[in-house]
């Protein structure tokens, strides 16, 4: 199971930081990843982190923007989001998986219940 956190109402320009908290799984045998749904639109990457940390992926659309990062001592996922934009506003889901691309929603398994981001210009 995944729980994200993190989101809010930010002003364009400034950063929030979401967290994925997971429970009743081996975390840390999982690749994390972060998508994200703006309204009337599809699901899409945006970030993932391989299971030891070591390989991270983004979007064009958030890199060096955008940071993700994983502890898995504590079952948890970050993504770190600076100099957010306005169309950076969605619902952002976090999800485990490892089968398959990482830049593809069919190779995630477990997906957490979405946090909102709004970025207001």
């Known amino acids: 199971q995944l729980q994200a956190s993190g989101g809010g109402l930010v002003q364009a320009g400034g950063s929030l930081r979401l967290a994925c908290a997971a429970s009743g ?14 309204p009337g639109k599809d699901r899409v990457f945006v970030a993932a982190i391989n299971w030891r ?7 064009d659309s958030v890199k060096d923007r955008f940071t993700i990062s ?13 100099s957010l934009k306005a169309e950076d506003t969605a619902v952002y ?10 830049y593809h929603r ?16």
């Open 25 to 38: 799984r081996t975390f840390s045998s999982y690749v994390m990843g972060w998508f994200r749904q703006a």
């Open 53 to 59: 940390g070591g390989s991270t992926y983004y979007a």
């Open 70 to 82: 994983r502890d898995n001592a504590k079952n948890t996922g970050y993504l770190q989001m600076n």
């Open 93 to 102: 889901y976090c999800a485990a998986g490892g089968i398959g691309s990482v």
């Open 106 to 121: 069919s190779s995630y398994g477990s997906w957490g219940q979405g946090t909102q981001v709004t970025v207001s210009s």
